[in-house]
């Protein structure tokens, strides 16, 4: 079966993902216009993602799209950016077929409506290799508000929106689903978790009530230690966390043998936000959780140094291991 | 020899491509900034480029560098935008080494200060599949004075920049380098097609003293039918090209038997601009050219119909092939 030709992929599959934007211009032109509005500046973050190293490849391709455009929207929450549209490059092999493409504009479809974004333009080419994407994701905050890496401050308050961990439980399950078993989870649970790695949530609308308030904000896509790394280096300060305080959901309590606490903060692709904030806006972290609807917890606490430590209730380091994934 | 891992890579090589570009915040955040001052929108074209599809893979990095960032700058000149920033996905293989990378890099760093273009942000992963490239370019136009491609009309004149096939030719040369001697070429000429396959000129400056004037515009990427046949599709007319009158190098004139005219008009790589205007509007044609130092020639005509055709002397419909490479 094949999918027809370039234009008429182009046509039938993405330009209907066009539709509700006007500056794709139908995606029949060269390029597409972005306008952020009066007092506005725009939000840009490219991600490239390749099967079997950010997504499992074989997989349902609504699923696919629904990964590649969740976590790529998250750079826009760590900004405390509104969504706008985004750009797809697409990177096939010989196995996309019309039947694989129906699926994939489909999800992106819903997953778009979910987000509130639309397609802007893109590109499609062949490769002999693995099944690849880049995404380029656009949105918008007044003029000079942007939430950066690099404003934590001594002091700040550290804290994280959702639960940790449960992206990376879900990504093991997916990799062995013996494990659901080994690890006594109900199938719902297995199916929350999996969910957590194939859909994750942008948190948009919770980063964006914090503009002007949160200090410092980053997405966790590498790992939570690895994340907070990030604001730790470019703000100069250390972060400590507090591990009996990192948010678990049910699943991930459970006292089992097969993952440690470690293995939650360094896992990856939660797509959750860790955050820093002074102490006297505590009150707006409840106000922006209560509002948005995600949980936002207090996970530890800005220092006088660098890097980033977890502690015990007793003020032990605890051990972290491997902070989180590198592709090189 | 290793080049670091993905965090070094950045700061080392990419960083100091971005330090031009405050919008860029030094690569250190989740996104960049753009704005593209009052009065003004963004226009943004996304390109996906594979080792071997649309470049030699094999070649020196700062070639492929320059082929990879000038033709897709060359989608801004084509809506008459200003360049602006670009990001960039890049899919590394174990090949990629630091000799590469900095032979890369330099490579960028030297079209940027040409094209007057930074970079603004983007990915970088690992690939088991080949050498490959997103580029996501960021220009900027008075709003609404973008040129489309549908809005030529019956009557008005077809143009195209520079000369048409030269980079075909180079991309032949390349291919077998035999054909240099069966070619009759001096060693120059060969160098002057190569050249022109490798560092495209996008032809910003030119188009954008066009805005406002041009009824329609687009680069040719895929050979000046192919593309002139987006124009004929989108503005809903029929565009008749005047064999004799493409504008061809000393070289592409050379009367031999290995290639046609049909073969430089379909064969790609341009990344000149194709144009229609209205015949009123003949005399800034020449003013743009003059100004930016740049030949416009007049091609061809729109007329009531749809397709691209073209026609001897005589009136005679030539015959021209395979209109445009496809990727599907």
């Not at 893109?122 to 905050?141: E, H, K």
């Not at 804290?159 to 940790?164: D, Q, R, S, W």
């Not at 961990?165 to 990504?171: E, S, T």
Request: net charge negative.
């Amino acid at each position: 079966m094949t999918a027809g030709g370039e234009f008429e992929r182009i046509a039938r599959y993405f330009a209907p993902l066009a539709a509700g934007f006007t500056g794709a211009l139908g995606l029949t032109d060269d390029a597409a216009l972005l306008d952020p509005g009066p007092g506005r500046e725009l939000v840009v973050s490219t991600d490239a993602q390749v099967a079997d190293v950010h997504f499992f490849g074989g997989a349902d391709p609504a699923l696919i799209a629904a990964k590649i455009l969740r976590s790529s929207v998250s750079d826009l929450a760590a900004m405390g950016a509104e969504p706008l549209a985004y750009t797809l490059a697409t990177f096939w092999t010989d196995a996309v077929d019309s039947a694989w493409l129906a699926r994939f504009s489909s999800g992106l479809a819903r997953e778009q409506a979910a987000l509130g974004i639309n397609l802007a333009g893109g590109d499609t080419v062949r490769t002999a290799g693995p099944l690849s994407f880049s995404v380029t994701v656009f949105g918008s905050v007044p003029k000079g508000q942007a939430i950066r890496r690099a404003g934590a401050q001594v002091g700040d308050l550290v804290a994280v929106t959702g639960t940790i961990g449960d992206a990376w439980l879900g990504y093991r399950l997916l990799s062995d689903p013996a494990l659901i078993n080994a690890w006594g989870l109900s199938e719902w649970d297995a199916a929350d978790l999996t969910e957590r790695y194939w859909r994750p949530s942008p948190r948009c609308d919770t980063l964006a009530r914090l503009r002007g308030e949160a200090s410092a904000a980053v997405d966790i896509s590498d790992g939570l230690i690895a994340d907070l790394g990030h604001i730790a280096q470019t703000s100069g300060v250390e972060i400590v966390l507090d591990a009996a305080a990192i948010p678990l959901s049910s699943a991930a309590r459970r006292p089992v043998a097969g993952f440690s606490l470690a293995d939650l903060v360094t896992g990856g692709d939660d797509y959750e936000i860790a955050l820093t904030i002074s102490p006297q806006k505590a009150a707006m972290l409840d106000e922006a959780a209560r509002a948005s609807g995600v949980p936002i917890t207090i996970v530890g606490r800005c220092t006088a140094g660098a890097g980033v430590r977890m502690r015990d209730r007793a003020g032990n380091s605890l051990p972290i291991g491997q902070a989180g994934f590198r592709h090189f």
